[in-house]
Each structure stands twice: as structure tokens, then as C-alpha cells.
């Protein structure tokens, strides 16, 4: 049977997603779950890689295994085995042609800042702080330049190997709110794939942006000539979550 799970995990102390040799990812540590929960050695695939620090509310994941356990009931038979840091939301069967990675259609991540002249400790695990940040309108205006189908490898690291850098985000969504006494913004991306600290350094150009610090013809000379250079810091990964993974009505439907 092909299980589909929809895991969260706060990702401070983990160095990714991905298996790395000497250290710890999250997917090495629910492949250990299953294999101290059901004696099983499984391979699990992720619909993408966080980096390290990076969080997830809505990572979704499938192994191939042949038990009893009811799909439903996977999340129970697994949380037992896991640490505080990391928990299975749900389980469904998923047909043999799903693909975590390869079936995802849309994914959201969302980064969080707060105002504030210092740190706040209920916040730094999961934002970042800023002394200032631009007004909403500001915020949302650049947003809007992020937009669309273009080819974002100025906003791509170096070490990344992919074909395309060439992806589709169908939203940059800004909201604020407040808490503890200071002002939260959040930052939310949806888009049809990501390229590797892609969303960190979207949030990055747009805090420029919006502040005045480059303008609109420096962003589209980035994506005209794809230089680094260009654009604004990369964010710091605490600051950001993968959200959601969205998959086609068929795929939903298995």
C-alpha cells in the first residue's frame, strides 16, 4: 500500500528535510519511526526539501508498505515513535501513481517578521525581528511585481541543479496583525514549484522594495539578466513555513 501522511515539524533542529550523513533530517527521523513502530525499512519521499531551520505545517509525504495498519490510523501508530518536534497530521492511501513531489500542483509557504525594538522569546523561534517594517500598501504593491510566470534564477542560490528556473507564482499574499504588543506581518507564496532559498530571498527583495531601498527597474534588470546580485539578502530560514501542498482532484480523490 502506498501511504500518504501530512506531516508538521518545527525545523530548528533539524538540517532539512533531506537524509544527510551526520546529521539530523526528517526524513531520516520518520523513516526511523516506521522502522521502530512496524519493523519495516521504507524510504520516504517529500513533496519538496526544506532547508535546514525551515518549518512545516502541511509537509506531505507517501512510503510503499505492506501492513495492516488502517491509513487513517498511521498518524497514532507513528507519533508514538516521534519526537515532540515532528507529528503526523493524517494518513490516506494514495494510488500507486501518486508522487508526493511529482504530483504537487501548487505549494504555499508563508514567512513570518514582527516589529520590535527587541526580541520577543515567544516569537524567535518561528519570525523575524525587524525594528521596522514597510507599511501593508507598500508591502503589497511589491508583492505584486513577484507575480506570474518569469524566470526567477537571480533569486536562486548557488549549488541548486535544476533545469528550469523558471516557475509560476500564482500569489504573494501580505497580511499583519498583532501580538504581544508588536506588529506581525506575514508573507504567504504560492506558487507551482520553488527554486532553492527562492521564497527567503523573494521576502528579502520585497522588504527593499517596499522601503525604497531598490526599485522596480532594478527588480526587472534581475530577472532580465538572472544576476544575485541584484536583489536583496536571503532571509534567515526560521522565519519561514511550507504551509500547504495542493494536488489535483484526482489525486485528492485516491
Known sequence: M?????????????SGWQRQKGAT????????????ALGKTVRVTGSGRTDAGVHAAGQVC??????TVPPEKMPDCLNVKLPASV?????RAGAESF?????????????????????M???????????????LAALKKAASLMEGTKDFKAFCSSGS??????????????????????????????????LYNMVRTM??????????????????EAFQSGQRGLLGKTMPAKGLCLMNVAYGEEDEND
Open 99 to 119: 508522487d508526493s513531489c511529482r504530483s504537487a500542483k501548487k505549494k504555499t509557504y508563508r514567512y513570518s517578521l514582527y516589529e520590535s525594538e527587541r526580541e
Open 161 to 194: 541543479a535544476v533545469k528550469t528556473t523558471v516557475r509560476t507564482v500564482y500569489e504573494v499574499r501580505v497580511e499583519e496583525g498583532k501580538s504581544f504588543g508588536s506588529r506581525d506581518v506575514f508573507i504567504s507564496v504560492c506558487g507551482n514549484g520553488f
Open 62 to 67: 507517501h512510503f510503499d508498505l505492506d501492513a
Open 87 to 91: 507529528r503526523v497530521l493524517s494518513g
Open 2 to 14: 502506498r501511504y500518504v501522511l501530512t506531516v508538521a515539524y518545527d525545523g530548528t533542529e533539524f
Open 203 to 220: 521576502v528579502g527583495e520585497l522588504l527593499d522594495l517596499a522601503s525604497g531601498k531598490r526599485s522596480e527597474e532594478s527588480l526587472l
Open 25 to 36: 533530517s526528517v526524513q531520516e527521523t520518520l523513516e526511523n519511526a516506521v522502522l521502530a
Open 121 to 135: 522569546p515567544l516569537k524567535e523561534r518561528y519570525a523575524v525581528r525587524a525594528e521596522s517594517i514597510p507599511t
